[in-house]
Antibody, heavy 121, light 110 residues
Framework: QVTLRESGPALVKPTQTLTLTCTFS??????????VGWVRQPPGKAPEWLAR???????YYSTSLRTRLTISKDTSKNQVVLTMTNMDPVDTATFYC?????????????WGQGTLVTVSS | QSALTQPASVSGSPGQSITISCTGT?????????VSWYQQHPGKVPKLMIS???KRPSGVSSRFSGSKSGNTASLTISGLQAEDEADYYC??????????FGGGTKLTVL
């Protein structure tokens, strides 16, 4: 059974750095073809892809946000960490992590429940 | 990169069929057969409905189907049911190993 769960602060101040952790089970990021990605969704708006990390430590970022994002993994802990620097109120959103099997396609087949992050002073 | 273009809203009566379009470019939708569709009910997590343009994951109703022509992908829902009322988002693999989402389409079942 594949599950993912996001954790991190619910509130961050402008200019601070956001750190989110995705803890997953039911698959391993050491398995060829596996990947975990992050997606954010501002209230009432469409999802936006942020980043993805593959089993071989390949890292891929949104073109518009790449200077602010860092993604990493701890395979032994089944965790993926996303950091986003210089947070702004417009970054307020629900952040999701999701699994991708890149060996099969680029769809998000399992999602976490999401964590709402509000940026406010 | 810009988001994929979807109509803001579509509607249909129970039993009818509707189609939602998703327009990209020759570097994403038009180049790769990696278009996915997600259904999202209010306050819920997006659910994968279609992958690789036409594939339906296990458990997804056969009333949902996908297709692509040129730079435009489409999601068709046949035999509309009240439970289909939701927001629908397309996604495509794109240049530079990026992923793009559409702006979303609100489906109303009349």
């Amino acid at each position: 059974q594949v599950t993912l769960r996001e954790s991190g602060p619910a509130l961050v101040k402008p200019t601070q750095t956001l750190t989110l952790t995705c803890t997953f089970s039911g698959f391993s990021l050491s398995t060829s073809g596996m990947s975990v990605g992050w997606v954010r969704q501002p209230p009432g708006k469409a999802p936006e892809w942020l980043a993805r990390i593959d089993w071989d430590d390949g890292k891929y970022y949104s073109t518009s946000l790449r200077t602010r994002l860092t993604i990493s993994k701890d395979t032994s802990k089944n965790q993926v960490v996303l950091t986003m620097t210089n947070m702004d109120p417009v970054d307020t959103a629900t952040f999701y992590c999701a699994r991708i099997i890149v060996a099969r396609g680029y769809e998000f087949d399992f999602w976490g429940q999401g964590t709402l992050v509000t940026v406010s002073s | 990169q810009s988001a994929l273009t979807q109509p803001a809203s579509v509607s249909g009566s129970p039993g009818q069929s509707i189609t939602i379009s998703c327009t990209g470019t020759s570097t994403d939708v038009g180049f790769y057969n990696y278009v996915s569709w997600y259904q999202q009910h209010p306050g819920k997590v997006p659910k994968l409905m279609i992958s690789d343009v036409t594939k339906r994951p296990s458990g997804v109703s056969s009333r949902f189907s996908g297709s692509k022509s040129g730079n435009t992908a489409s999601l068709t829902i046949s035999g509309l049911q009240a439970e289909d009322e939701a927001d629908y988002y397309c996604s495509s693999f794109g240049a530079g190993s990026t992923l793009l989402f559409g702006g979303g389409t609100k489906l109303t079942v009349l």
